[in-house]
């Protein structure tokens, strides 16, 4: 069965789009503009991550930031999708840590470096487990949380996206095909924040679904 | 026959890592400081073109630029592999053109922005032919060179790479792990340019392999 397929995107979709600023809250909070188009990048999907193994810090990283994220999971193939038709390429979905190394990110940032390596080291994006599409009425309007060790640091609604999960779709399939198994991570509502060794990291999207992971720092 | 699957690495693979600035001379003609440590960014594997297919230029670009690239396939698994070991995991090679949008990548490095947009389009990396790793014995010292409608452009020699290909993978896999198939490239010589549609694009190594590509402006 496709969907039976689909619960294995970590294993042979071949890429993670990810999305920078697309809650306003967020893009405030670290002293950006927010964007007036999608803010595009990739990280390989030797980054995934399963719960009961640890997230590690990369070389050179002192400010590891947690970014909770609503996954999307592309269903199909699709090039230069027109937004209306966006859903049907909707597959799935899953809860998404989008971990971020932001003193390297910050560095980057700062000599106009790609951000491949504060966003693409391996564990640096823990997954929760597939979500049927069915399960999910309106993905634009799920609470989406992140807790450190029982305390809520973020608590959002994906209703406040700038850019809607469609338009996403639409936009990234303008310069790049999707393929079936591939993921969006579609931003982080505001409350990132550093975290440090031991930690542990609860997170979900309202009460369909639920990750825990535990922070190594060694 | 492993070499015969290697060959298959555009189908398969799941990462491009490629690496910016890594002979001085090119570094120097866009302004830039020659780097200290490697600059790392990933394109979708959705970004490969083969013979026979136009080059495209991907949606708000109007200074696209060719650059000529020695592209490693990697042989086997490895994370943090020693510099030492690192030509073990070596599986062969290929021609290939890193195609950046320059005005998008300035863009982007202006505003602190991730570059994948500027470099990840469908049609953004051609390729020639898997090169079995035997036919080339020192891929250390190769001519790399770039013609547009018969004219010199590119013409350089990957003696004077910044970090060698040993080096990079080491450094790229203290990071992520480097998979069969997965691809580096290496970075580009200097005499980048601009292009326009209907050029025509050749480009090899010495005289081991050779590749040709038209830029299609639509
Ligand atoms: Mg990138
Ligand atoms: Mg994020
Ligand atoms: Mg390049």
Redesign the pocket.
């Known amino acids: 069965m496709a969907s039976n397929r689909l619960a294995q995107f970590r294993v042979f979709g071949k890429k993670i789009v990810a999305v920078g600023r697309n809650y306003k809250a967020h893009a405030e909070e670290l002293g950006n503009k927010v964007p007036e188009k999608p803010i595009i990048?990739?990280k390989p999907t030797t980054s995934y991550l399963s719960q009961g193994h640890p997230i590690k810090f990369p070389p050179g990283c002192n400010d590891l930031h947690h970014e909770v994220e609503l996954g999307i999971v592309v269903g199909k193939k699709g090039y230069q999708i027109p937004e209306e038709k966006a859903k049907e390429y909707i597959g799935g979905y899953f809860v998404a840590l989008d971990m971020t190394a932001r003193d390297l990110q910050l560095d980057a940032k700062k000599n106009g470096h790609?951000?491949?390596l504060s966003?693409?080291w391996d564990t640096s994006t823990p997954a929760g487990e597939f979500i049927e599409k069915d399960k999910i009425t309106n993905p634009q309007n799920l609470q989406i949380w992140l807790k450190v060790n029982g305390e809520m640091r973020q608590n959002g609604n994906t209703a406040d996206m700038i850019f809607s999960i469609s338009y996403l779709i639409s936009f990234i399939s303008k310069y790049m095909t999707l393929e079936e198994g591939d993921v969006i991570l579609t931003g982080t509502p505001s409350g990132v924040g550093g975290l440090k060794g031991g930690d542990v990291i609860e997170a979900g999207i309202g009460d369909v679904a639920k990750i825990t992971f535990s922070v190594d720092k060694s």
């Open positions: 990048f990739t790609p951000w491949t966003k693409g």
